[in-house]
């Protein structure tokens, strides 16, 4: 049977420490590289969400032996069978709703000399690939799919490719990487050159199984040595910073509330949330800064805040876009304008965020304007709530209305919200143990 999540004004100030899990987009790169690396790769802090676990059983199906070693499935040992030992697979590989797993496991399979069909579920059938295949083809890649290969189910016959100079139209961590994964069974030099900065991950982390990735006059290059080899050292994953979002603008918004957030990951193209969120008035301040593997991490310590609206700079837009529904309902409980442009990416993720977003807020009573690019929201500092909202099965249009509610008058009920378990499933019990109103339900009907 189908549930719905109910969420409603905070009991109390949110109040202590909450040890935030693995970081999503590490998880899914830890494990492709350990896989395509000589030997044994021992993973800690993998997110074992539904998106991340696809990732891994793709590769199983591919003749990689994985074992965990908890039942939380965030400790794990990857036994790498080299760039050229993945194994044609019997079925179909399905990535479920795991579009970060769909765009870079094409260029993995744009290498190898082997049929494949990459497949997901219903909303991942519906988001543009050609921005990943279009480029996999210019290396040499054969392949075909739905609308000339832009949707899946992609049918790939990869190969002999070749390094090329590409400069995407899209500022996408998840193109920049496909090119580069790519690139690594590539006879000659990769370079690529964003329009804007992006994440950078996979850059991090090739380094890290013996692969150089180096920044020459603007271009990222990466030249293959035909050979990842497994660290030594652990590799281990940083708390996921778009996670510990959710709880910090949580606390930042109920009264009185002060929260601790351990060893969250703060790569500056992951930290456009924070920056946005501080301009508007919320107090998040780093502690403890240092480094975990490649990648730089500090405790966030969050109080309870006065918020405003701001124009959102185009500069720290890219850096993000995973948390503008977050941001959105942040803005409705601020006071004055929240502008946004330059964000038409989210109108092609799980769900046209901007569109459901601005639906949902509607509906509890805000005064949200959707633009093509972005939204103008006059916050009031209040909502009314009192309603039911669809997440049309967008974990983070979930969350994000789920952390509204906890201001709102009146409970929220959320639909299609199950989704939330493919990129954070210990969000409920971590929110309720924080002292968020919110549990799971029957529906109704």
């Known amino acids: ?106 260029g993995v399979l744009a290498g190898q000399p082997f049929h494949s069909v990459l497949v997901g579920d219903a909303s991942l059938h519906q988001r543009p690939m050609a921005r990943v ?117 949580a606390a930042a918004l109920v009264p009185g509330s002060s929260l601790r957030l351990p060893a969250v990951g703060m790569n500056p193209r992951r930290d456009g949330w924070r920056r946005i969120f501080t301009a508007m008035g919320g107090v998040v301040t780093m502690v403890n800064s240092a480094e975990v593997g490649s990648e730089p991490v500090a405790d966030l310590e969050v109080m309870a805040s006065r918020l405003h609206g701001v124009t959102v700079a185009a500069t720290d837009v890219p850096d993000a876009i995973d948390e503008f529904p977050l941001l959105f309902a942040a803005a409705v409980l601020a006071e004055g304008e929240f502008l946004l442009h330059g964000a038409a990416e989210l109108r092609v993720k799980e769900s046209d965020r901007i569109a459901v977003m601005a639906d949902a807020l509607n509906a509890a009573g805000a005064q949200v304007e959707a633009l093509e690019d972005g939204a103008r929201i006059v916050g009031t500092g209040h909502l009314a709530g009192g309603c039911t909202v669809d997440a049309h099965g967008d974990h983070r249009i979930a969350m994000a209305m789920a952390v509204a509610a906890q201001c709102a008058d009146a409970p929220i009920t959320i639909r299609n919200a199950e989704a939330i378990a493919t990129s954070f499933p210990d969000f409920v019990p971590l929110a309720q143990q924080l002292g968020m109103n919110l549990q799971w339900s029957e529906a109704a009907g």
């Open 1 to 106: 049977m189908a549930k719905v999540l109910i969420a409603g004004r905070a009991l109390g100030a949110l109040n202590g420490e909450i040890r935030i899990p693995g970081d999503k987009s590490m998880s899914h790169r830890a494990v492709m590289l350990a896989a395509l690396a000589e030997g044994d790769t021992h993973i800690e802090g993998f997110l074992s969400g539904e998106d991340n676990l696809s990732t891994a059983a793709i590769f199983a199906q591919m003749g990689v032996a994985i074992d965990w070693h908890n039942a939380a499935k965030s400790a794990l040992t990857v036994h790498g069978v080299g760039l050229h030992g993945l194994r044609e697979p019997v079925g179909v590989l399905d990535a479920g709703n795991a579009g970060t797993c769909a765009r870079l496991m094409v």
């Open 133 to 249: 295949t279009d480029p996999a083809r210019l290396m040499g890649a054969h392949i075909d799919g739905r609308d000339g290969g832009s949707k899946l189910p992609l049918a790939i016959r990869g190969g002999a490719l070749h390094g090329m100079d590409f400069e995407p139209k899209v500022a996408s961590a998840q193109v920049k990487s496909c090119v580069l994964l790519a690139g690594l069974f590539a006879d000659g030099a990769t370079r690529v050159r964003e329009p804007r900065p992006t994440r950078d991950h996979t850059e991090r982390m090739l380094p890290l199984f013996g692969q150089p990735v180096v920044s020459e006059a603007g271009w990222i290059v990466l030249r293959p040595t035909d050979l990842l080899t497994a660290p030594q050292a652990t590799v281990v994953i940083p708390s996921d910073p778009s996670s510990a979002a959710f709880f910090a603008v």
